[in-house]
């Protein structure tokens, strides 16, 4: 799933915009996926290190403890 609902990028960082307003910073990188057959993904920033729980049933981004 992480792939076609893609790019998922750090709700922590600031985003970098380019001057056509298209999002450029580097998107979260996929470190687990389908996480116990529970449709979640763990993916990593790589600018903050912080690690992310991406749940696709409610559509959500939850920050996990460093």
Do not use: E
Request: hydrophobic share 30%; charged share 25%.
């Amino acid at each position: 799933m992480f792939n076609s609902t893609g790019p998922h990028y750090c709700p922590d960082c600031k985003p970098v915009i380019n001057s056509k307003g298209i999002r450029i910073d580097v998107p979260l990188k996929l470190i687990t996926n389908n996480y116990s057959g529970c449709g979640i993904d763990i993916a990593i920033c790589d600018k903050c290190n912080q690690k992310f729980q991406i749940s696709y049933k409610v559509d959500k981004i939850i920050k996990l403890a460093k």
